[in-house]
C-alpha cells in the first residue's frame, strides 16, 4: 500500500485534511495525489514556516468544511421530519435531495432521483392538460418555475389546479412553492419544492 492509497483511507474513514510533504515533482504522481483533495502539497525542501502556515490553512479549510457539513445534515434531519414533501436542487436544477414524503408522492427514490433534472422527476401539469394534452402552459412547467427561482430568487407558488403526475402515471391535485436557496452572500445556490396534496391539512396541536 503506498501513501497515496493510505491517504485515499485517511480522508474517506476519517475526514482528516491531508497534506504531502514529497520530492516527487513529477505530473503523474500529483494527478495521484489530486485524487485525494490533499489541502497541500509541499516539495521538499521545505522550511517550517511554509509548513506551519500549510497545516494552519489545512485545519481552518477543513473546520470549515466540517461546519458545513453538519449543517447540511441538520437540515436534511430537520426536512425529514416535516409533513410536507421536499425536493432540493443544485443551481442547475439537479435533484440534490428529498425527503421520504416526497419520495412516497413521486413514487421514485432519492437513489433514483439524485442528480437528475428535478423535471424528470417532479412532473406536474395543470389540470385542464389532463384533459387536453395540446394545452401545456410551459410558464406552470416545474422548468419554468426552476429559472424563475434561479434568476430572480423569488418565491413562485404552483398553479391552483396543479397535479402531481406520480409513478405509475396516477394524478393527485397538489399545492407547493419553490423558492431559492442562497449562501450568506446572497447568492443563489439551488431551489428548494415542498408540496403537499390539496387536501391536505396540518396537524393539530396538543391542548
Not at 391552483?160 to 446572497?186: C, K, M, Y
Request: hydrophobic letters at 45%; one cysteine or more.
Amino acid at each position: 500500500m503506498n501513501v497515496i492509497q493510505v491517504s485515499e483511507i485517511i480522508r474517506s474513514e476519517f475526514q482528516l485534511p491531508i497534506i504531502y510533504l514529497t520530492a516527487n515533482a513529477d505530473s503523474s504522481t500529483f494527478r495521484a495525489a489530486q485524487r485525494t483533495d490533499p489541502h497541500a502539497y509541499l516539495l521538499k525542501p521545505f522550511d517550517e514556516k511554509a509548513l506551519g502556515i500549510a497545516i494552519e490553512v489545512a485545519l481552518n479549510q477543513h473546520r470549515k468544511v466540517q461546519a458545513i457539513k453538519s449543517s447540511e445534515h441538520w437540515y436534511a434531519n430537520a426536512f425529514q421530519c416535516l409533513n410536507e414533501a421536499v425536493m432540493a436542487t443544485d443551481s442547475t436544477g439537479a435533484v440534490v435531495f428529498m425527503n421520504a414524503i416526497a419520495e412516497d408522492m413521486t413514487g421514485i427514490s432519492l437513489r433514483t432521483a439524485i442528480n437528475q433534472p428535478i423535471a424528470s422527476v417532479l412532473r406536474i401539469q395543470r389540470k385542464i392538460q389532463q384533459l387536453d394534452r395540446l394545452s401545456l402552459r410551459k410558464k406552470d412547467s416545474v422548468g419554468s418555475i426552476l429559472k424563475t427561482v434561479l434568476r430572480s430568487g423569488v418565491a413562485v407558488p404552483f398553479a391552483s389546479d396543479t397535479q402531481l403526475v406520480s409513478e405509475p402515471h396516477a394524478f393527485v391535485a397538489i399545492e407547493g412553492s419553490a423558492t431559492s436557496i442562497r449562501e450568506a452572500s446572497g447568492r443563489i445556490t439551488g431551489s428548494l419544492f415542498v408540496f403537499r396534496p390539496e387536501d391536505w391539512s396540518a396537524p393539530s396541536s396538543a391542548a
